[in-house]
């Protein structure tokens, strides 16, 4: 049993990882800033490189937390429609619901991915800071595929396991 619970924590940290990884880099990002507002305002001496950085830390928060937003059931939801209909009603279109989604979420991937691959053949770089593109936006296709699996993984806790990831009351 002792072996379960720590199997079972270093699942937890893996799965999530993402959510970690988003919020150092969003803390990072709420640093970066202040320290450019003080630089800027007071010193009077701005950080040439800091819009490229706070844009490139932006892109990695937004593609990696994404996944961590749909298994915890974090996104943006209008169920107005889906609680006014019947529960068997509203249950198949949720259903259905999910999958559009995958079908969304694929076409981005694979978009994505070749996207990603283009800035390889590139060899192109930042024009400040000089990173390579393909390690700037490597944060596509990584996190298209946690979209993916994270919502899958939602879905079957949902639909499946009966488990509300809102934290509220379940059906």
């Given amino acids: 049993m002792g072996n379960k619970k720590k199997s079972s924590g270093a699942l937890s940290i893996l799965g999530n990882l993402d959510w970690t990884v988003a919020t150092i880099l969003l803390v990072c990002l709420i640093i970066l800033t202040a320290t450019g507002v003080l630089k800027r305002y007071i ?61 969304i979420l694929g076409y981005l991937c694979s978009q994505e991915f070749i996207y990603y ?13 000089r990173l390579p593109y393909k390690y700037v936006y490597l944060a596509l296709p990584i996190g298209g595929v946690l979209m993916i699996v994270s919502m899958l993984w939602a879905s079957y806790q949902r639909y499946i396991k009966g488990v509300n990831l809102k934290g509220g009351d379940e059906e």
């Fill in 43 to 103: 010193m009077r001496s701005p950080i040439t490189w800091m819009e490229e950085m706070q844009s490139l830390i932006f892109m990695w928060i937004t593609f990696i937390g994404g996944g961590a937003a749909f298994r915890k059931a974090g996104h943006v939801t209008v169920e107005i429609l889906v609680d006014s209909l019947p529960k068997k009603i509203g249950g198949i279109i949720e259903r259905f619901d999910v999958l559009i989604q995958l079908v």
């Fill in 117 to 129: 691959m283009q800035l390889v053949q590139q060899n192109k770089v930042t024009k400040l800071l």
